[in-house]
């Protein structure tokens, strides 16, 4: 879980907001008003549907393009310091190559087990 700000094509201004990164999907959260132990999951994107990359006027902002249904959506999300906009890049990047390879390897095991089915039923 990292602090960070985001904003959005609906969101004009940044907002305080947490960068979780879990199960294959980057989710924004923010703390709750009446209990800050908890969490309000605002906005859910699959790794495999975003294009991340640096903001060449501020290097304390990454730049996010995230598939939601049928359309594209345009995140920035600003760090305090140049080093961890640099680490979360690459910390979203390795998880993004993860994440398609492991949904392929399941994709694979599930046609691997659907012809096994198949030729013990005959």
């Known amino acids: 879980m990292y602090d960070c700000k985001m904003k959005n094509n609906s969101i004009k201004n940044y907002q305080n907001s947490k960068l979780i990164i879990y199960q294959n999907h980057l989710i924004f959260a923010n703390t709750e008003a009446s209990n800050p132990i908890y969490f309000l999951i605002k906005y859910k994107y699959a790794l495999r549907h975003i294009e991340i990359q640096f903001d060449k006027s501020d290097?304390?902002?990454?730049?996010?393009?995230?598939?939601?249904?049928?359309?594209?959506?345009?995140?920035?999300?600003?760090?305090?310091?140049?080093?961890?906009?640099?680490?979360?890049?690459?910390?979203?990047?390795?998880?993004?190559?993860?994440?398609?390879?492991?949904?392929?390897?399941?994709?694979?095991s599930y046609f691997d087990s659907m012809l096994m089915k198949m030729t013990y039923q005959k």
């Open 59 to 108: 290097p304390r902002v990454l730049n996010l393009i995230a598939k939601e249904r049928n359309n594209y959506i345009d995140l920035s999300i600003l760090f305090d310091e140049i080093n961890k906009c640099s680490t979360m890049k690459k910390l979203i990047d390795e998880n993004r190559k993860s994440s398609k390879n492991t949904e392929y390897l399941l994709f694979d």
